[in-house]
């Protein structure tokens, strides 16, 4: 009687068994990969050149196939290269994006100012070229979208804040502006408050709004440049503004903001805000989703009707 190798047998049985899983896991990518490969997008790109103040501006428009509102993306703070994540999600809900190089970063021309490079980036003849910039951004924008009643509007975070007013002031293209954690005071009284709460996250925890405003009125300036306030701008603008703030901010003091937002509100301006109690500074791309949300269904609504996409330039 012939002996069988019961190891030998079980060895075979289980590579047979791997290869089919093997198999069938192959498959079921393959499939998946085909499904979203025939999904086609809901938007195009184009990388495109644009001048502004005698230097190239590199960037990428994203242009969906309806659309809703239209947004020029400006820069916060810090060597920024366009910024194709936030433009993803504006155009898949329907808002067309340009988004750019900071000027001196990336594949745009010029020359980059920050501490980074031990230069002033908030002195007032630096934000007022990048809100330069962000016009001529505008501009650009503004010439790939074949119907000129879509609403072009500009949108940024934090030391965007200083500069998508001065932009708006310099282009009527400008219909709308949204910032996230924007300050509503000069540049050295944000300062003394940043530097007063030094980073520490629970600073709320053991510091009053009398004591925070106390600093930022009287505290010495620890460089000097020359300032900006913005309420100087927004006084004089006609569009409707959104504001996103969070309440543990400590970078911008939000009870003075919003202070001074509600005296340009009772001078009939069209400005609003919304306050997240329990957010910091980084209200755009916090753990929680609302603050965007907010955000993107206010553009949205800026205008009730669509637009079909823009023919290719």
Same mark, same amino acid.
């Given at each position: ?6 190891? $030998?047998?079980?060895?075979?049985? #289980?590579? =047979? ?21 025939? =999904? +086609?997008? #809901? ?22 196939? #309806? ?42 021309? /010029?020359?980059?100012?920050? +501490? ?14 990048? #809100? ?7 501009? =650009? %924008? ?32 400008? $219909? ?14 944000? %300062? ?6 030094? /980073? ?19 505290? +010495? ?9 913005? %309420?100087?701008?927004?006084?004089? %603008?006609?569009?409707? /503004? ?33 306050? *997240? ?7 755009? *791309? ?24 823009? $023919?290719? $330039?």
């Amino acid at each position: 009687m012939k002996t069988i190798n019961k190891s $030998k047998a079980f060895g075979r049985t #289980s590579c =047979t068994k791997e290869f089919s899983k093997n198999l069938l896991l192959l498959l079921f990518l393959f499939a998946n990969i085909n499904c979203i490969l025939a =999904t +086609p997008r #809901s938007f195009t790109t184009r990388n495109i050149k644009f001048l502004s103040e005698g230097d190239l501006i590199a960037g990428t428009i994203f242009i969906p196939n #309806s659309i809703s509102a239209a947004v020029v993306i400006v820069h916060g703070s810090g060597q920024e290269k366009r910024m194709t994540e936030f433009a993803t999600l504006l155009a898949k809900n329907n808002i067309a994006v340009l988004t750019y190089d900071k000027r001196g970063v990336g594949e745009s021309g /010029g020359i980059y100012a920050g +501490p980074e490079v031990g230069t002033n980036n908030v002195d007032f003849s630096n934000l007022n070229l990048l #809100s330069l910039d962000a016009s001529a951004a505008v501009t =650009t %924008l503004s010439e790939y979208l074949s119907n000129n009643q879509i609403p072009l509007g500009l949108i940024g975070a934090s030391q965007a804040g200083w500069i998508i007013p001065l932009a708006a002031d310099k282009n009527k293209k400008v $219909k709308f502006m949204a910032i996230f954690s924007g300050a509503l005071i000069t540049v050295k009284e944000q %300062l003394r408050f940043q530097f007063y709460t030094n /980073g520490n996250t629970n600073f709320w925890d053991s510091h009053t709004e009398e004591d925070a405003r106390k600093h930022i009125l009287n505290d +010495p300036d620890k460089y000097e440049f020359i300032d900006t306030n913005p %309420l100087d701008t927004l006084s004089k %603008l006609s569009i409707p /503004g959104l504001w996103i703030f969070g309440g543990k901010d400590i970078q911008v003091p939000v009870n003075l903001s919003i202070e001074n937002l509600n005296t340009l509100k009772l001078k009939s301006k069209n400005y609003e805000y919304k306050l *997240f109690p329990l957010l910091g500074h980084n209200t755009a *791309f916090s753990d929680s989703e609302e603050p965007m949300n907010t955000v993107i269904k206010w553009m949205k609504n800026i205008k009730t009707w669509k637009h079909k996409k823009p $023919k290719s $330039k």
